[in-house]
């Protein structure tokens, strides 16, 4: 007989990333660190942690205030938008996401939450620790046609939606639109195709981003016909 936890490992696939201090940061993050402030080995009651690190670490969600000044904060953010059916897309060797190969992928037409696999998910595999200033994101372009297109949710697997030193129109196309960005995602050996998101980032008042448990949820053959309900 199949064990509780097989089951449950064959339904649902975690393509968050495991927040510890050896997860790669952005330049200029305080990055990660757990403290324990009470333990029971220590006498204490009971054991207590105190977490440090900022809103964008790991898999994390951005919302319009982060580069909008008078944008919607995090706890403001429509759950319909970050739990539904999205679409995982493959573009495995471009070091660029352009306008051309988003109009290239197989996205069902009534689509609204696209994930993009690229080169970046061989880092999370190979369990690289330092920042890469070459990972694979989006142009400007590509984000006006995110817009274009009706997608409500765009994911990638890296920790910025735009290019190192790119300046944030990127960001901000997506974000005036009112698409809801999801950054840091682990899409190692996620196949192309249809599949149930649930992304819940942490209720912060006045956040401009939150850290999220984001998972994918395989569907049925009957399921997958369903593309783009919420």
Known sequence: MMSPNNVYASKFIDISLT??????????????RLTPTKRLEAGDTENVSRLDCDVHIGTHVDAPRH???NGATVEQL????????AFVGCVPEDDLVTR???AGLDIPNNANRLLLR???SHFWERGVSRFRKDY???TAEAAHWVVERGIRLIGVDYLSVQCWQDPPRTHEVLLEAGVVILEGLNL????????DLICLPLKIAGAEGSPARAVLRRLTPL???EVGGT
């Open 188 to 195: 190692a050996g996620v196949e192309e195709g249809t599949y």
């Open 100 to 102: 051309g190969k988003l």
């Open 19 to 32: 927040l510890s201090p050896d997860i790669p940061i952005w330049p200029g993050s305080v990055g990660f």
């Open 118 to 120: 690229t080169r970046n």
């Open 136 to 138: 694979v994101a989006l």
């Open 223 to 225: 399921a997958s016909r």
């Open 78 to 85: 429509p759950l319909d938008v970050l739990i539904g059916q």
């Open 67 to 69: 580069f909008l000044t």
